[in-house]
C-alpha cells in the first residue's frame, strides 16, 4: 500500500487545505475574479510546463491550483446564493410535496418576486413555510403570500442545536406559519420545469407503498428506507434506531445502492450479454443508479454510495477495478466542489468516516479470529464491519449527539440482515408493485419484516447500560484517529517511527487533559434564555448548581442539557437557593445576586468577567455592577 497510488486521495488534501484557509482566512470575490484567478494558475501551470520545469516544481504548481481553488470556491458559491430580504407579499413557486403535520402543511417556497413599498422586484429566497390552506401545494404552483416571512433566529444559548445554520446550508434563511386566507395559489400545474421529475416520481413512489404495505408502522421506515424520506418518522422510532446504533440503516447510503446495482445484475445474468448490448446495459443501469439518487434526495451517503458504484460499473465497462480510496476521494471533491458547505454537514462526515473506517480497519479485525463454521464466519465478517465503522464514527458520534450505542454489534448483526431482506424486496415492489396482486403480496412481506426489526429494536431499548450524556474533547478525538490510523499502518511504516509518535500523542493527550481538568475548577454561572422563561446554571469547580424559572423539561433538553453535557457539569444539580424580595425580586444568596423583570444587580461578589453569547460563541458584554439582561444567554466567571 503505496500513497502514490491513491492520486485522487493527494488531491483531496491539498483541496481541502484550501477549503480550511476560506474558513479561517474568508475571501470575498466576484464570479469573474473567481474565473480569472483560476485561468492565470493554469496558464502559470502550462507555461512551466513549456518551459521544461523541475517536476518537483511543476507537482506544487499543480497543488497550489488545488488549494487556491479551495480558498476562492466558497466565496464563488456565496456570491451565487446571494438572497434578498423579503419586505413584503411575495410571489413564489412551490418546489415539494406537502408534508402534513398536526396543525398544518410544511413545504418550502422559492420567492423569486416581492413587492417592495410601490413596485415588484426580484428576489431569490427560500423559504419554510407551514400553510393551512384548504388546496394542497404541489411542486411547481405559483403561490402569492400576502405577508411576509420571518426570519429565523441564531441559537441564543451555547452549545444549542443551530437550526439557523442548519436550514442556512440548505440555502433556507426564512421561516412563515400562513394561516388559511393568507395565500393563494395563481396558477395550475399544468406544464413545469424537467427537474420537478424527481419529486414526482419520488410522490408517485410513496403513494404505491401507502397503497400496498397494510401496517402503519411500517409505512414510514419503508418510505425511509426505500426512498430516503425520513422525515414522517415519529421521534419514538429515531430514538430506537439510535440507541440501538443501527440509525445509519435509515439513511440510503451504500447498502442501499449496493443492493439496487445487485438486483439489476441478476435480473441480467440469464441473458449472458456481451459486447454493445452489455456496455448498454451498464450504462443504463448507471442512469437508473443517478435516478435513484436523485429520488432519495442526494443525501452525502447517497451521493458518496453512487459515485463509486459508477466508477465501479464503469470500470466493468473497461474490465478495470479502480481503488477504493480514489473512489472516496473523487466522491467527495465532487461533493465539496458543489457545495462547499456540505463538509459541515455530519452526515457527509459520518458518512466518509464510516467507509473510510471499513475499508482500512475491517481487514485487520477480521485477522484477529478465523471461525470454522461458515455461518460464524459470515456473522464475524458482518461484525467486523460494524465494529470497524463504529471505532472510526464514536468519537464524532460523542461529539454531536453524546451518547454511545453500547448494544451496537449484536442489534447490526440481527438488523442489518432483515435490513437486506427489506431492500431485496422492496426495491422489486418499486418496480413491478403497478401489478395488483403482486404489489399486495410483497408489500405485505416488507411491512410484516419491518415489524420484525422494530420488535428486535424495542428489545433492545429494554436492555440496561445505556451510555447517555457523554463529551468528548476535540484533543480526544484527534488522538483515537490518530491511533486507529497507526493501527492500520503497522504493516508498512518503520514501527520504531510509528511508536515514538503513538506515546507522543498519549503525551500530548495527558498534558491536554490536566489542563483541562484545572480550568474547568474555576467557578462560573451561566443564565440561559428560552421563549418563555430563564434558567440559571451555577458551576462551582465541585458541583453544579441550578436553578430554573418557567423553562419547560422538554426546551430545557435543547436549551441547557447540551452545554451541561459540553462542560462535563453532569445533569443532576442541586438547587439554587434563592430568596423573594419585597419587591417581587429574586435574590441568590449564594451568587450574591439579585434578578428582576429585566435586570440583574451584582453585590460584593464581582465576576472577573461577564460575557454574552452570539452565534459565534462568547463575547465580552459589560463590567456594570447593574445591568439589563439582554436576549441572549450570559456568562460570569469568577
Known sequence: MRFSDYPFLRYLLFFLAGICLSFLFPLEVSKLVF????????????????????????????????????????????EVQKETVL??????????????????????????????SSKWAKANQQVIIYHQSAQEFIPGQWVLVSNK?????????????????????????????????????ISAVSSRPFYFFADDLRESLSDLLEKHIPQKSSLPIAKALLLGQKNQLDRSTRQAYSEAGVMHILAVSGLHVGILVAVLLFLIKPLKLSGIARKSYLLVLILVIWTYATITGLSPSVVRASVMFTLIVLGQLRDRKPPIFNILAFSAILMI??????????????????????????????????????????????????????????PLSVWYFHSFPVWFLPANLLVIPITFLIMQVGIPMLLIGWIPFLGKALGWVVGSLIQVELWILEAFRLLPFRLNELTIQPVTMLLVWSLLLIWAAWEYVPKKQLAFWSVALLFFWAMSGMLQLISNQKPEMVIYRAEEG????????????????????EDADYVILPNRV??????????????????????????DLTISEKRMVLGQKSPQNIQMWDSQGWIKHSDSKSLEIPFNALRLTF
Open 337 to 394: 466542489a458543489l457545495n462547499p458547505g456540505v463538509i459541515t454537514e455530519v452526515g457527509f462526515q459520518l458518512s466518509y468516516l464510516a467507509v473510510a473506517g471499513i475499508v482500512l480497519l475491517q481487514p485487520l479485525i477480521v485477522r484477529v479470529w478465523y471461525p470454522k463454521s461458515r455461518i460464524i464466519e459470515y456473522l464475524w465478517q458482518l461484525g467486523a464491519v460494524s465494529i470497524a465503522a463504529q471505532l472510526a464514527t464514536f
Open 87 to 116: 419586505d413584503g407579499p411575495y410571489l413564489a413557486q412551490v418546489q415539494a410535496y406537502d408534508l402534513q403535520k398536526p396543525n398544518s402543511r410544511e413545504n418550502l417556497l422559492l420567492a423569486q418576486y416581492y413587492f417592495d
Open 566 to 591: 459540553k462542560n462535563n457539569w453532569g445533569n443532576d444539580p442541586k438547587e439554587l437557593q434563592v430568596f423573594s424580595t419585597q419587591e417581587g425580586d429574586l435574590y441568590f444568596s449564594e451568587l
Open 35 to 78: 474565473l480569472i484567478s483560476i485561468a492565470l494558475l493554469w496558464l502559470i501551470y502550462f507555461l512551466a510546463v513549456r518551459l521544461k520545469a523541475d517536476l518537483s516544481i511543476l507537482t506544487w504548481l499543480a497543488y497550489s491550483q488545488l488549494i487556491v481553488l479551495g480558498w476562492l470556491l466558497p466565496s464563488f458559491h456565496r
Open 149 to 185: 416571512p420571518e426570519k429565523i433566529e441564531a441559537p441564543r444559548n451555547p452549545n444549542e442545536f443551530d437550526y439557523k445554520g442548519f436550514l442556512s446550508r440548505k440555502g433556507i434563511t426564512a421561516r412563515q406559519f400562513i394561516p388559511e386566507g393568507k395565500s393563494k395559489i
Open 534 to 553: 430563564w434558567a440559571i446554571d451555577y458551576w462551582t469547580g465541585v458541583e453544579l448548581k441550578s436553578w430554573n424559572k418557567s423553562i419547560s423539561s
